[in-house]
């Protein structure tokens, strides 16, 4: 006979728990002992396995907490580490304005505008919590408690490492409590400073913990998001990251270098009381040949290839590539980034054996025929996409032939919105049945192929597309949604 909810059996139980709320479930396992213990299996560690830390004091503070011996931490599988920008650029905008009647209120010793008076609030605010967030940093407890946190789960997990670890970051634009997406943050300068200094605790925090991780995504799961190549250059050669050996699945966004063609100014940030100044500084032009040495600076190209070396094991790659505003590179700048742009993938493919990878993923890459051929060859890939890739040199005609060859072990493969001169249509088996933009004209055939094992030896017919674009809701949304994941902002 049952007396009491510990006598109940596990598998009554965790039914019981899957009907209720995280919160419910915790104050389930505050009732006993044995009611914890039969409550924390189920739904209440699937919960637990995968889990958001702030790079902040408190979100660390309890990171470390929850992974002692015996937490409930240890079940964690798949951890993200989330980065913060704080961005006053809009609240700064709002108070320039001053389009609105002037209303003085009680108590207050200015006057302005409601508007303007919750905008002062707001930013004073937001300042604040960016001051103290800069004085964690610099204290470097950020780093000294995250090494602390993986330390614990290399002791006391079972696994002795993570399943998944990936990086993003988030903003706070306009008020304390509300979180937005790098996409909606209207500042991408202050998105790449903060995945930086995320990338850097991080890195830092698991080359000295000697946690080992089986998949490892760096910023890939954002809109607009991404890294300098040679940031991971110079994270690379500051410290030693055998951990990343043990690394099978790697997927990362990358980026242009962030170049100005006007020295910059000070921040306004640093005007006193809140006060915003109405006039920038005078600046001076960078020349152009010190913008184009920046671009074609080598530690640019072979941060990616540097990071692959480290990962002897990797069966699974996806890279993103993100454009960022290169002002001041002359003229020719077009056919200067043709050149320059398809460098990284070609460090890659010279410099770092892939012999075990199997699955291949490029979204927004720009590469020469000759190194995605290499690419294809060596590699004994059974999976291979390829989303929104720019040939600077060459046709895809011999890298499609590849991979439909008997020499090729791939079981599927996926094309979609390749370009050569111009966007590519395909036709024949795994085509898609129409352009995704309306054109007057043309010879038709789509813009994505998918082919499996049904269909993957047959030849694949192309063209390049023909006919010229009409103008339609279809084709704005087209290249909005490419410039969002794309770039450039």
């Not at 320039?96 to 609030?121: F, M, N, Q, S």
């Not at 990936?166 to 790449?192: F, H, K, M």
């Not at 060859?405 to 979609?416: G, T, V």
Request: with cysteine; aromatic share 6%; hydrophobic share 40%.
């Amino acid at each position: 006979m049952v007396r009491s909810l510990e006598d109940l059996p596990v598998e009554i139980i965790e039914l019981a728990v899957s009907l209720l709320s995280l919160s419910d479930v915790c104050s389930v396992r505050l009732v006993s002992r044995q009611l914890a213990v039969k409550a924390s299996e189920g739904c209440f560690l699937t919960s637990c396995a995968s889990k958001h830390v702030d790079i902040s004091n408190t979100c660390l503070q309890t990171f470390v907490h929850m992974t002692q011996p015996g937490g409930i931490g240890c079940v964690l599988r798949d951890l993200t580490v989330v980065g913060v920008a704080i961005i006053t650029h809009d609240l700064q905008f709002l108070l320039r304005k001053k389009k609105c009647p002037v209303i003085k209120y009680p108590g207050e010793h200015l006057d302005c505008t409601r508007e303007e008076l919750d905008a002062r609030r707001e930013l004073r605010a937001l300042k604040q919590r960016e001051v103290e967030h800069g004085i964690f940093a610099a204290s470097g407890l950020d780093t000294a408690l995250l090494e602390e946190g993986f330390r614990n789960l290399a002791a006391n997990s079972k696994t002795r490492g993570l399943r998944s670890l990936s990086l993003e970051v988030v903003a706070y634009r306009d008020a304390c409590g509300t979180r937005v997406q790098p996409i909606d943050a209207n500042s991408w300068e202050l998105i790449w400073t903060a995945a930086v200094e995320t990338l850097r605790v991080t890195f830092t925090a698991l080359a000295d913990s000697g946690l080992a991780v089986e998949k490892l995504i760096l910023f890939n799961t954002q809109q607009q998001c991404s890294v300098e190549v040679k940031v991971l250059s110079d994270l690379l050669d500051a410290r030693q990251m055998t951990c990343l050996e043990s690394v099978k699945s790697l997927a990362v966004s990358f980026s242009d270098p962030i170049i100005h063609d006007r020295e910059q100014p000070k921040s306004i940030d640093e005007a006193e009381d809140d006060e915003v100044e109405d006039d920038a500084a005078e600046t001076r032009r960078v020349p152009t040949e010190v913008l184009r040495a920046q671009v074609a600076d080598q530690r640019g190209f072979t941060g990616l290839a540097s990071l692959l070396k480290l990962m002897p094991m990797l069966e699974e790659l996806e890279l993103h590539s993100y454009r960022l505003p290169l002002p001041g590179l002359g003229f020719d700048s077009f056919n200067f980034l043709r050149e320059q742009r398809p460098k990284t993938l070609g460090r890659i493919v010279d410099s770092v054996p892939l012999k075990h990878l199997r699955c291949c993923k490029l979204r927004g890459i720009d590469a020469t025929e000759d190194a995605l051929l290499s690419l294809v060859k060596q590699a004994p890939l059974l999976n291979l996409s390829l989303e929104w890739v720019h040939l600077a040199r060459g046709t895809f005609r011999s890298i499609f032939d590849h991979c439909t060859s008997e020499a090729a072990k791939l079981e599927r493969c996926y094309c979609d919105d390749l370009w050569e001169a111009r966007l590519l249509q395909f036709r024949g088996a795994g085509a898609s049945k129409g352009p995704k933009i309306p054109l007057a004209g043309g010879r038709g055939g789509g813009n994505t192929l998918l082919r499996d094992s049904a269909n993957i030896k047959q030849p694949i017919v192309y063209h390049q597309m023909s006919g010229r674009a009409l103008g339609s809701p279809l084709a704005r949304r087209w290249k909005l949604d490419n410039k969002r994941e794309y770039g450039s902002p």
